[in-house]
């Protein structure tokens, strides 16, 4: 469940979010959940939903955001956000202009986008605040039904980092209606073989422990391979044993 601030200039969140969120005198945020981290932990975590006109009246005047990140710190929240509300953008003098309609107008009292990016950027890396951007309404309840749907399991069963960088292989055109075999996608990984001689090697060996554990002489037998990749790629197998 997720609940929502009872201020009535974020009541228009509600019908957005849908029957997930739940009106709430809460004392922290504008928005508020229970999640988990390692190990199944419960945790908490908070929101804050700024329009600009607000961000900027915090940044120049109140001091408030700042004041509402240090009390969700010290109530014990583990996780804060901050979700800012609508276009803006540098002008040419480097004022904050802001969208009103289908135009960019400066923004009234003047004030340097750097002052707003700066702010940002301090509440990120300063005080670890995950900031996100929003164009409206609309887009900010996706934004916080998205970090409430990510806190709701455990880093670890979460595999969108779970990945490893592979250069695309150049296949020839006879090649592309079979997938390359799992020797061959080994061999590519080593230093100094790369796709072109993993094809040589493919053919060499009958399977990737055979491959991996061959000795240099073996090696330098392949296509190729003469004696410093045969050196090399012996020595890298037993590195990675």
Wanted: hydrophobic share 35%; with cysteine; aromatic share 12%.
């Amino acid at each position: 469940m997720i609940y929502v601030t009872e201020a009535p200039n974020d009541q228009d969140l509600l019908p957005l979010l849908g029957g997930i969120a739940l009106p709430a005198p809460i004392p922290h945020g504008d928005f508020c959940f229970f999640g988990v981290w390692e190990e199944l932990r419960a945790i908490r975590v908070c929101g804050e939903r700024k329009k600009i006109s607000d961000l900027v009246q915090c940044i120049t005047i109140t001091g408030r955001h700042l004041k509402q990140v240090q009390d969700a710190r010290e109530a014990g929240f583990e996780f804060i956000f901050l979700v800012t509300e609508g276009l803006y953008r540098p002008g040419e003098n480097g004022e904050l202009e802001v969208r009103e309609g289908n135009r960019w107008v400066p923004y009234y009292p003047a004030i340097e986008y750097y002052r707003v990016d700066s702010y940002l950027n301090e509440l990120q890396w300063y005080m670890g605040v995950v900031v996100k951007r929003s164009s409206s309404p609309r887009e900010t309840a996706r934004l916080v039904l998205d970090m409430y749907r990510l806190f709701q399991e455990p880093p670890e069963q979460h595999d969108s980092l779970k990945r490893f960088y592979s250069i695309p292989a150049p296949m020839r055109y006879r090649d592309w209606k079979k997938k390359p075999s799992l020797l061959r996608r080994v061999a590519k990984e080593f230093k100094l073989v790369g796709w072109e001689r993993s094809e040589a090697i493919d053919q060499s060996f009958s399977s990737v422990a055979e491959f991996v554990n061959a000795d240099r002489e073996r090696l330098e037998r392949v296509e190729g391979i003469g004696k410093g990749i045969a050196e090399s790629i012996w020595s890298e197998a037993r590195r990675g044993a």
